[in-house]
Antibody
Framework: QVQLQQSGAELVKPGSSVKISCKAS????????MHWIKQQPGNGLEWIGW????????KYNQKFNGKATLTADKSSSTAYMQLSSLTSEDSAVYFC???????????WGQGVMVTVSS | DIVMTQAPLSVSVTPGESASISCRSS???????????VYWYLQKPGKSPQLLIY???NLASGVPDRFSGSGSETDFTLKISRVEAEDVGIYYC?????????FGGGTKLELK
């Protein structure tokens, strides 16, 4: 069965960077886009961007250009998102979600809570 | 960016009754290919969102047929008939027509 297993919670300092992971299993990792979505406490969902692990192509929400960098490792079926120059506004839960073709975001990771605090 | 506006912010429903959630987009979500790119997701308490409805009116795999989606080019409705305890959570509509993909602010469904 399809599973997306994300890395653990992060507590990071303002101005630093963090890299979170999303390990996929149960399907052909290189055949589906992987999306990343941000959810701030008590807030809705904000789409960050996607990566196609087959060739590394990416597409970003312009708002996250320079903030988020998406990569993927085909050998380990793992997608990564690095967030840089962190501020309190980056404190949120970050989800990875598979692009299921006609059924987008058909599978989600459990989410990673990133807390930016000194 | 396309703005998705949901109403109401919250709804309280007696189990067994029906509930409707509205979503309005700031731009038509009807593509020239005839597909309307609006989706509905449910986030149960403490869980990740799950897909309910895709392309306005299609039920996702494993979703009970108590859920249905309908609408026009800019106005959409999610209807839940015979609400059950497992339906509690926050419902989001989303548009996947244009970058950036955007979501509504969510509607919280509670039981009376």
């Amino acid at each position: 069965q399809v599973q997306l297993q994300q890395s653990g919670a992060e507590l990071v300092k303002p101005g630093s960077s963090v890299k979170i992971s999303c390990k996929a299993s149960g399907y052909t990792f290189t055949s589906y886009d992987m999306h990343w979505i941000k959810q701030q406490p008590g807030n809705g969902l904000e789409w960050i961007g996607w990566i196609y692990p087959g060739n590394g192509n990416t597409k970003y929400n312009q708002k996250f250009n320079g903030k988020a960098t998406l990569t993927a490792d085909k050998s380990s079926s793992t997608a990564y998102m690095q967030l840089s120059s962190l501020t309190s506004e980056d404190s949120a839960v970050y989800f990875c979600a598979r692009e299921g073709g006609i059924t987008p975001f058909d599978y989600w990771g459990q989410g990673v809570m990133v807390t930016v605090s000194s | 960016d396309i703005v998705m506006t949901q109403a109401p912010l919250s709804v309280s429903v007696t189990p067994g009754e029906s509930a409707s959630i509205s979503c309005r987009s700031s731009k038509s979500l009807l593509h020239s290919n005839g597909i309307t790119y609006v989706y509905w997701y449910l986030q149960k308490p403490g869980k990740s969102p799950q897909l309910l409805i895709y392309r306005m009116s299609n039920l996702a795999s494993g979703v009970p047929d108590r859920f249905s989606g309908s609408g026009s080019e800019t106005d959409f409705t999610l209807k839940i008939s015979r609400v059950e305890a497992e339906d509690v959570g926050i419902y989001y509509c989303g548009q996947l027509l244009e970058n950036p993909w955007t979501f509504g602010g969510g509607t919280k469904l509670e039981l009376k």
